[in-house]
């Protein structure tokens, strides 16, 4: 049960996070913690997404230094994305378990593909979410 106390916590951890960084989110689908992270001080966001959610994420979220594309075009070669020079990216759900089950994602293309948009300074964190909640957080 989490407490008013909780949330708090949450959202200053949130802000130390996101102020001032530029971050791009690797599968962002509909967007939503794109905006959060705006709200919390990210000055700059990027994201892939099926085609068919890239225009519609790029309309709620507006012309807030948002920069989205389509998956189907690798993230890493996505000159927009480049050129934000992330301090972050992430990955949520990359490796979840409905995508796992489908077809196993090609690792080793994904990892050169946040390697291509990353500085020497990027700070990437990969996060795999099963239906149980988080298996495993990579930090690199």
Known sequence: ????????????????????????????????????????????????????????????????NVVVVSKGEDAGSSSELQQIAP?????????DAERWRARPPPKDKFFASLSSMATPETRIYVVRLFMTGVQAAHFF
Do not use: W
Not at 27 to 54: E, P, Q
Not at 87 to 93: K, R
């Open 1 to 64: 049960n989490l407490s008013p106390s909780h949330y708090r916590d949450v959202d200053k951890m949130l802000r130390r996070f996101c102020t001032g960084k530029r971050i791009v989110e690797v599968g962002c689908r509909g967007g939503g913690f794109l905006k959060i992270l705006l709200d919390h001080g990210a000055v700059k966001v990027g994201g892939n997404t099926d085609s068919r959610r890239a225009e519609r994420t790029s309309r709620l979220l507006g012309p807030r």
């Open 87 to 95: 301090d972050v990216i992430l990955s949520l759900n990359y490796f």
